[in-house]
């Protein structure tokens, strides 16, 4: 993950919108930022390019967006905080699960979340190696493994850092991957997914 430094550009938003109108403009900003980043990448990606597709002045956007890199920043703030009210739900179900029925409820949380859009969750996860995170963006990164982390210590699986940070890894690539070539039978993607997570992490799978 990029270090910020004096140098590198703030990746904070610049204000929240306070009125619907506002957060209309704001909407509408993120939304065709994430069809821009899509269709023509991180190199094709400028606020110009994105205020004109929004139907925004250049002005209008950095009313609320300083520059790129934090509007790329709010999109991965957006997409982690959802993953993570995901696998919270999941967690809280199963505080009193065996770890496989755990790690299939935090699976299928994960399918759910990155099924609505690959592309679009594909392009992020890129774009976010490249731009500092916002303050929140990068709490919300360190809170996905440490649910994580916490579902594994509760299960005594060992040098759960590295654990996390694997199946995250390993997960995601599989989930992406099948998701990008159109693939529609989640079951079967989640048994996949099981396979060689529960492999990994050397439990049976029930």
């Given at each position: 993950?990029?270090?910020?430094?004096?140098?590198?550009?703030?990746?904070?938003?610049?204000?929240?919108?306070?009125?619907?109108?506002?957060?209309?403009?704001?909407?509408?900003?993120?939304?065709?930022?994430?069809?821009?980043?899509?269709?023509q990448g991180f190199e094709?990606?400028?606020?110009?390019v994105v205020a004109e597709?929004?139907?925004?002045?250049?002005?209008?956007?950095?009313?609320?967006?300083?520059?790129?890199?934090?509007?790329?920043?709010?999109?991965?703030?957006?997409?982690?905080?959802?993953?993570?009210?995901?696998?919270?739900?999941?967690?809280?179900?199963?505080?009193?699960?065996?770890?496989?029925?755990?790690?299939?409820?935090?699976?299928?949380?994960?399918?759910?979340?990155?099924?609505?859009?690959?592309?679009?969750?594909?392009?992020?996860?890129?774009?976010?190696?490249?731009?500092?995170?916002?303050?929140?963006?990068?709490?919300?990164?360190?809170?996905?493994?440490?649910?994580?982390?916490?579902?594994?210590?509760?299960?005594?699986?060992?040098?759960?850092?590295?654990?996390?940070?694997?199946?995250?890894?390993?997960?995601?690539?599989?989930?992406?991957?099948?998701?990008?070539?159109?693939?529609?039978?989640?079951?079967?993607?989640?048994?996949?997914?099981?396979?060689?997570?529960?492999?990994?992490?050397?439990?049976?799978?029930?």
């Amino acid at each position: 993950m990029p270090v910020k430094t004096s140098a590198q550009p703030s990746a904070n938003p610049r204000k929240k919108p306070r009125q619907a109108r506002a957060q209309a403009t704001v909407d509408a900003i993120l939304q065709a930022a994430a069809h821009i980043l899509v269709g023509q990448g991180f190199e094709g990606f400028n606020t110009n390019v994105v205020a004109e597709r929004a139907g925004a002045s250049v002005g209008s956007l950095y009313q609320y967006f300083p520059n790129k890199e934090a509007i790329i920043s709010e999109m991965v703030r957006a997409k982690r905080a959802r993953l993570l009210n995901g696998l919270q739900a999941a967690e809280a179900a199963h505080q009193e699960s065996e770890l496989p029925e755990a790690l299939a409820a935090l699976v299928a949380a994960t399918i759910a979340h990155q099924k609505g859009w690959p592309q679009l969750s594909q392009a992020l996860d890129r774009a976010a190696a490249l731009v500092p995170l916002s303050v929140e963006g990068t709490a919300l990164t360190a809170a996905i493994l440490e649910l994580l982390q916490r579902v594994l210590r509760r299960h005594d699986v060992a040098d759960v850092e590295i654990a996390a940070l694997d199946l995250l890894s390993l997960c995601r690539g599989m989930i992406d991957g099948a998701l990008l070539r159109g693939e529609t039978d989640t079951a079967a993607l989640q048994a996949r997914v099981m396979r060689a997570a529960s492999g990994y992490l050397g439990i049976a799978v029930t």
